[in-house]
């Protein structure tokens, strides 16, 4: 195997290689990349046995061959190259790295690529397209409210599901709930819900350009995706989702409208003295404005009161400040409301102009 090509072509591909390497024993096999060359053409695998990922760069081939070679070290020693063609030849069971017309040689030991395990395959014709920035918008408005308990492990990866005019995303862990439900001009076909682990959307965002068109492939195990030359995929997380739809409530009699932006440097100031394990703060909603509120501690104590639109009984809500301002963060336009009937059941916090995403937050009670 030998073969020639920039050294910024290849180091793109091995950087985003590396996250779906295994880095925890750097003699196992997946700790490894594979390359092959053939047509002038340089393949590039990695898999961590639950991911996948291939994608693949022009080069001028010189001698066909393919190899594995640990992922970690070849991306170190590719950000330390001067920026150049570089030759790359395997002979002896060692992969040699050298500049052209420059005094470097890196060489290191291969582990034979049939070892290599082979990586999953999207059935022909399966993939269908959604845009890229619209995919990745569902996920940032409720990647937040996924669960970190792996003992509820089917609460710990985002819910994916057809509606009638697009799809439905939907993360939950038992105390809060964000849900997009959102149209798509593209034809979708029908599919049974799943349960992606969110590290698919980690690598998702690196690979996005937020611009055209992304390939999707929904499969009984496995979630594949496509953006340009590269391909990459997850294995979903089995389990029955919950019936979400039973904690949206129905009817809410009150609404309070504040600005975001308002609310979100409240929060933030707040909760600079909050000491409690469950991040409690109080909202004290009336029509005068909301107070927020830390919990007395030997510290001290925070007072902060904003502006808001409120029309309703005096009400004191108490909850997880975290589970106002992680939505509040991904949240668009400029105002946001949130709507109850009691105190102590479940709140819709939803943004302005009938956007397709909203959050429910069920508060802490009183005594709590």
Same mark, same amino acid.
Request: aromatic residues 10%; charged residues 25%; negative net charge.
């Given at each position: ?7 910024? =072509? #290849?180091?793109? /591909?091995? &950087?985003? @290689? $590396? ?11 997946? @700790? ?9 053409? +340089? ?48 002979? %002896? ?52 409210? !996924?669960? /970190? %308990? ?18 439905? $995303? ?8 964000? !849900?997009?439900?959102?149209?798509? /001009? ?8 799943? #349960? ?16 055209? $068109?992304?390939?999707?492939? !929904? ?17 979903? #997380? ?21 600005? &975001?932006? %308002? ?17 409690? &703060?109080?909202? %004290? &909603? ?7 509120? @830390?919990? /007395? ?8 009161? #904003? ?20 939505? +509040?963060? =991904? ?38």
């Amino acid at each position: 195997m030998k073969f020639v090509c920039s050294k910024e =072509a #290849i180091l793109t /591909e091995i &950087i985003y @290689s $590396m996250d779906f390497t295994s880095q925890r024993n750097s003699l196992s096999i997946t @700790s490894n990349v594979y390359l092959e060359t053939y047509n002038d053409t +340089l393949v590039i695998r990695a898999t961590d046995q639950k991911l996948g990922f291939s994608t693949h760069i022009a080069v001028q081939t010189l001698q066909e061959g393919k190899t594995t070679v640990f992922c970690e070290k070849l991306l170190n020693i590719l950000r330390s190259l001067p920026d150049t063609n570089v030759e790359f030849n395997v002979e %002896d069971g060692m992969f040699t790295i050298k500049p052209v017309s420059q005094n470097i040689d890196f060489k290191l030991r291969t582990i034979t690529p049939d070892e290599f395990p082979a990586l999953e395959t999207a059935p022909e014709g399966q993939y269908f397209t959604v845009p890229q920035k619209a995919f990745s918008d569902m996920a940032n408005q409720t990647i937040f409210a !996924i669960s /970190e %308990d792996e003992t509820r492990y089917f609460l710990c990866g985002l819910y994916l599901e057809r509606n009638a005019s697009g799809m439905n $995303m939907v993360a939950t862990d038992g105390r809060r709930l964000s !849900i997009v439900e959102r149209t798509f /001009e593209e034809n979708l076909p029908m599919f049974t819900p799943v #349960i992606i682990a969110p590290k698919f959307f980690t690598e998702l965002k690196k690979l996005s350009t937020d611009e055209g $068109m992304l390939e999707l492939c !929904i499969t009984e195990q496995l979630l594949f995706a496509k953006i340009a030359q590269r391909t990459f995929y997850t294995t979903l #997380i089995k389990g029955q989702y919950p019936n979400y739809r039973r904690v949206i409530p129905d009817t809410q009699n009150y609404s309070c409208t504040m600005r &975001i932006q %308002d609310m979100l440097d409240a929060l933030k100031r707040v909760s600079l003295l909050v000491e409690n394990k469950a991040k409690r &703060i109080f909202l %004290d &909603i009336s029509e005068a404005g909301v107070l927020l509120t @830390s919990d /007395e501690s030997e510290v001290g104590e925070a007072k902060e009161i #904003i502006p808001c639109q409120y029309e309703g009984p005096e009400s004191k809500v108490s909850l997880n400040y975290t589970y106002l301002l992680n939505p +509040l963060k =991904a949240m668009e336009g400029e105002y946001f409301s949130i709507n109850f009937t009691e105190p102590t059941k479940a709140m819709t916090v939803k943004p302005e102009s009938n956007r397709d995403y909203y959050h429910i937050i069920m508060p802490m009670q009183p005594n709590s």
